[in-house]
């Protein structure tokens, strides 16, 4: 209907009193008001963070049911603390605070591998600030000295629960000790190259570190007031500390020079470190020079479990062969069929040492290494004999040795040992083995344990979900 018929019909009607409308005016004027409305800010619901909330809520409901937290507790909760629990001196109504519970500490810890964290000071952060780490703390405040002292100073306890793990996994069949492979890893050690010394160096930072000592005590003696208990007491803590390091770089250094003869080097270049004694400089992965550790790992070609774990400060694999068969051994209670390791461990006297120890029963896989060219009298080759025959001065579990490294079967079966070996350390790397956050062989020990633990737990879920209070299924715990 037109306008004019509208204006019309209102006017001998209800809106006869209105006036025309004027149709270009109005547009105009709608137009105006669009251009003012956009011409002004928009209106937004900004977020304002400053703003106090209060809300109800328990710590129970923060993680979901099948959280990762959830699993690191229910295996934590499952395993022998007495040990610790045994040395606590807070009891009944004692004087005294009240002690960390243990499993909390084990819990963060084991929580904090997984997570790739490897510093104390994060992990006290964490417990402030993210919900995994304040589910497992609970309510209770922990501090990164409990944390640091905690994971140091036991390694005892956690040798004792990879034993207890391992032993109950090959008892319950989860586990194949049918081939076994190992492999070591050089890690970082927590001292600087500049702290290697020689033995007159060190002699005289002894002395001069003794006179520090000296002097920082005769001070506090003759002015009492000059600085408070407390700072005092750091300055001669951290003088005593720097004596007794250097003190253990002088008792290394024998070690050092006897290695440095058996490579044939001057026994007087030999140098230790300052910083931690027990650290080596080594050759790594990347070609360079720098001080570390050797992190030896055995695992289960079938299932990928760590059942032996050594740590030592020697740059070569040659002697850690038999050693780690000892230990899985002893773990297991089982005697593994074979053993696979790469062309840095068989030396000959380790070959026996297995052959001898297993009474025969685990075959050594590893590859033969290739026989030196020998050039004749006349300048040209001479064709090197076979490296799997048997040679002279071989004792009969080398020769069996060779022989057995020249089957095409044996030779598919050591393929398996990158895939095993080389996966695991890789997974250790990736979850923040990079550096060691201590120092000291026993406390990198410690280190490595947690590690092995860290990971035999995912593994347990995969394999035997029962032995931490899993159903049959897969969880999403283990992603």
């Not at 306008?3 to 009607?13: E, I, L, N, V």
């Not at 586990?175 to 190259?193: F, K, N, P, T």
């Not at 520090?212 to 750091?234: G, H, M, N, T």
């Not at 773990?331 to 000959?348: I, K, M, N, S, Y």
């Amino acid at each position: 209907m037109s306008q004019r018929k509208h204006q019309d019909r209102a006017a001998g009607g209800l809106f006869k009193d209105l006036a025309p409308i004027d149709e270009r005016a109005a547009v105009a004027a709608a137009h105006s008001r669009a251009s003012a409305l956009r011409a002004q800010p928009p209106r937004l619901l900004q977020p304002n963070r400053q703003q106090i909330e209060l809300r109800a809520s328990d710590l129970e409901s923060l993680l979901g049911e099948d959280h990762r937290a959830r699993l690191v507790w229910g295996y934590v909760e499952r395993q022998d603390l007495s040990r610790l629990s045994e040395a606590i001196k807070a009891r009944g109504s004692n004087a005294g605070r009240a002690a960390i519970d243990p499993r909390i500490l084990f819990a963060l810890w084991l929580y904090a591998v997984l997570d790739g964290v490897g510093s104390g000071r994060e992990v006290a952060r964490l417990t402030r600030e993210h919900d995994a780490y304040r589910w497992i703390c609970g309510g209770v405040s922990v501090n990164y000295h409990a944390l640091n002292d905690f994971r140091s100073g036991n390694e005892a306890l956690m040798d004792e629960v990879l034993t207890a793990n391992v032993a109950a996994l090959a008892a319950a069949g989860a586990i194949s000790l049918e081939r076994v492979a190992q492999d070591g890893m050089r890690v970082r050690a927590d001292a600087g190259a500049a702290s290697f010394r020689r033995q007159a160096s060190l002699e005289q930072h002894l002395a001069e570190a003794g006179e520090l000592v000296k002097d920082i005590k005769q001070r506090s003696k003759d002015d009492p007031a000059a600085a408070s208990r407390r700072a005092q007491a750091a300055r001669e803590r951290a003088a005593d500390e720097r004596e007794q390091r250097i003190r253990e770089a002088l008792e290394q250094l024998p070690q050092v020079q006897a290695a440095k003869r058996r490579n044939g080097d001057k026994p007087e270049d030999a140098r230790a470190s300052t910083t931690d004694a027990d650290a080596r400089v080594m050759k790594m992965g990347d070609g360079g020079f720098r001080p570390a550790f050797n992190v030896q790992m055995a695992s289960t070609c079938d299932d990928q479990v760590i059942v032996g774990v050594a740590v030592t400060n020697a740059g070569s694999d040659m002697a850690q062969m038999a050693p780690m068969v000892r230990q899985v051994m002893q773990r297991t209670g089982h005697t593994p069929e074979q053993w696979l390791v790469d062309g840095g461990f068989p030396a000959h006297e380790q070959i026996d040492a297995v052959h001898e120890h297993t009474r025969g029963k685990t075959e050594v896989i590893a590859p033969v290494p290739e026989p030196k060219r020998k050039t004749g009298k006349d300048g040209d080759d001479v064709l090197p004999p076979d490296k799997h025959q048997r040679k002279e001065g071989d004792s009969e579990p080398v020769a069996q040795w060779r022989s057995r490294m020249a089957v095409d079967d044996i030779k598919d079966v050591y393929k398996q040992r990158a895939a095993t070996a080389e996966c695991v350390n890789a997974l250790a790397r990736n979850r923040g083995l990079q550096r060691m956050p201590v120092r000291g062989l026993g406390r990198v020990r410690a280190v490595a344990y947690l590690y092995a633990l860290a990971h035999n737990l995912m593994r347990m879920v995969k394999i035997a979900p029962q032995l931490i209070g899993l159903g049959t299924g897969a969880s999403a715990a283990a992603a």
